[in-house]
Every structure is written in C-alpha cells, then in structure tokens.
C-alpha cells in the first residue's frame, strides 16, 4: 500500500510517500521559518497562505523522488488536528480534493498520534524492533504530554500540558535573551558552551504526585533572574547569555525526565519514545539514554522529530484497517483531542 500523507498544522509544508505504513520513499517539507523569524513567533495567517503557495510543489517533489504517479497512490492522508485552524485547513481541504479526482479513501490523522508512531518508520525497509505498548514523550512548540501507547488506534494520555509547552517556553526564553526565533536551536547550542550550574531554576511540578508538565513558572523564574542580574550589573554579557541558556536547559530537560521516569512507574511501561521537535535537543537525547538504560528508547532522527508527513503517511494504514477513513465533508479540528 502506497500511502500520500499531507502535513500542515502549524508552518511546515510537507508531503511525504510511505509504503505499507513503515517504508519511507520520500518526506519532503518545506520550512517557514526564515518567513516567520522577524515575528519571533508563528504569524498563524502568513502560515497559511505559504502553505497554499508551497502545497503543491512539495506534493509534486514527493512524488519525483518517490518514483511514483498519484495514479500509483492507494490510501490519502492528512493531518485534520490539532493545530492552526488556518493552516490544517489548507492541507484538509487539498487531501480532500485529491481523495475525490483519485477515487481514494481519504484518512484523518491526528497530529500527535504521527508523532508517536514515527519510532516504526524507516528508511530503507530495515526491521523495527520497537513494540507497543510503549510510554510516549511527547515535547514540541505547542505539545508536552506523557501519553501510554497501547496500539496504533488507542492512547492513554499520562500527563498533559498545564499552560506553556517546552518548546513555548525556549522560544520566549530564547526571546528575552535576545536570540532570535525559533529558539530551541539556539539556547542547544549556546547551553554547549554555558554552565548549566551557573544558577538553579526551579524544577516544576517535581515535588507533586502527578506528571502534567508546566514551564510558565521556569519561564518566569528566567525572566525574573535576568531582570534582579541586570538592574545589579548593567547588560548581560555574552557568556551570561550561555550560562542562562544552559541553566534554564538543564532545569527543563530535568523536568521532562523526573515526569517521564515517575511516568514510566506509573504505567509499568517497558519501552520509551521521546518525539516531537524539541526531542532534537542533545541534551535531552544524551540524558534520556543515560538515565534510562537498559529501558529501550527510540529518538527519531530529527527529520522525524519536527512536523512531517512520513508519520502521517506511515500511521494511516492502521486507521484505514479499523475503518477510520472519512468522507469528503471532512473538517479541521483544531483542538482534536487524542483518544
């Protein structure tokens, strides 16, 4: 089965071929963030109309390298939520349009669901060795949450963003220290070169009993920081900014793990996926393997990590089995919940 699976929730275009839900023939995305960069954040209408722009490029690139025709194409695809309303429409809508000149079933995908099924997608037909049930970790721009994997088709969600998510609060960090955006990245890279000990941000929500996750009060701790450390002495130089940065990385990636470890005792969980784009954190990827040996662990490759369509692609087959296709009055949700 040739699938063609059609990602856009928030600003990646991407259009991606999978067969028989594992191999990938082609993922192709087309990034937005030089476009959003001097907003220092995502501008939900400019995502959208790039993604009508880059839509059909990406789709006829997917194709070329895959080496197939959408004559060849068995199965449409689309991410149909959670995301920017704006912008899952674009996608919806086009799957739609496709599913109906094709004459094939058209499958909804929920965004959260392809990530914590890329562990299962390779790039060559190489066997996976990962099994359900699983615990997922799953840490982006809009999403942290602790979600048990029972199958493809049923999700226990663990823990669930509070207020803001992990990849939130490094971009309105990496805001204040005057870095740019996105600023994952960034604060990865300069946190290389800090002291992660330079001074201690609070670790939130360890002293409780549940594992939800929130970042606003470690944001406010920063912001709080920086203010006391420049009415004290002047501007912040630039190892400050590296020391900052690689203290309040340490606090976060410190967070995710002591929630996912009380996590995984909860669940009984034998096996461990960190997603979603801020699993391209070194940090996080080094520590994870660290204190979770000889728990089996599965970090994607970081094409894998940020929005895709190859998880899209890859998860639909399994949804298409249990009849979960849906029929040309489909709609965007944007705040589909994960069932």
Known sequence: MLVLGIETSCDETACAVVRDGREILSNRIASQVQSHASYGGVVPELASRLHIENCIPIIEEALHIAGADLSDIDLVAV???????????VGTELA????????????????????LYTPFLTGGGETVSFEYPYLGLVVSGGHSSLIYVKSPLCYEVIGRTL?????????????????????GPVIDRLAQKGDPGFVHFPRPGVKGDDCHLSFSGLKTAVVRFVEQY????????????????ASFQAALIDTLLIMTERALLLTGAKRLAIVGGVACNSLLRLEAQKRFHPVPIVIPP?????????MIAGLA???????????????ADANWELT
């Open 79 to 89: 991410t149909a939520g959670p995301g920017l309303i704006g912008s899952l429409l």
């Open 96 to 115: 739609k349009a496709l599913s109906y000149i094709m004459k094939k079933s058209l499958v909804p995908v929920h965004h959260i669901a392809g990530h």
């Open 163 to 183: 207020d803001d998510a992990a990849g939130e609060a490094f971009d309105k960090v990496a805001k204040l220290l005057g870095l740019g955006y996105p600023g």
């Open 230 to 245: 420049r009415r004290e002495g002047g501007s912040l130089r630039e190892e400050d900014i590296m020391h900052i940065a």
């Open 302 to 310: 970081p094409i894998l990590c940020t929005d895709n369509a190859a």
């Open 317 to 331: 087959p399994a949804l298409y089995h249990a009849n979960r296709i849906a029929p040309l009055t489909l709609n």
